[in-house]
């Protein structure tokens, strides 16, 4: 039950929404590694490259937990249709 409710406020935080070309913004990613069972920390910024497309980098820790801690990169692109 504790996994879903992480999962779930984890989704409902990292919401994108529409904005203009040339936009950007930063933040932070508060989560859980359901494999390792380890926390993670980390933080993403969005680039809005046109009206339509978008990058997303994110960069997560996952905090050392039994020995066993992580590093996770991202680079995620929307395209708004």
């Known amino acids: 039950m504790k996994k879903i409710f992480i999962l779930v406020l ?3 935080l990292c919401v994108n929404v529409f904005a ?3 936009d950007k913004t930063t933040g932070l990613n ?3 590694g359901a494999n390792t069972s380890n926390p993670l920390i980390g933080v993403r910024g969005t680039y809005n490259l046109t009206d339509y497309v978008t990058v997303i980098p994110s960069i997560n820790h996952f905090v050392k ?5 992580g590093l996770e990169t991202n680079m995620d692109f929307t395209y708004f249709f």
Do not use: C, D, I
């Open 65 to 69: 937990y039994e020995n066993v801690s």
């Open 30 to 32: 508060l989560g859980y």
């Open 10 to 12: 984890t989704s409902v």
């Open 20 to 22: 203009q070309k040339g």
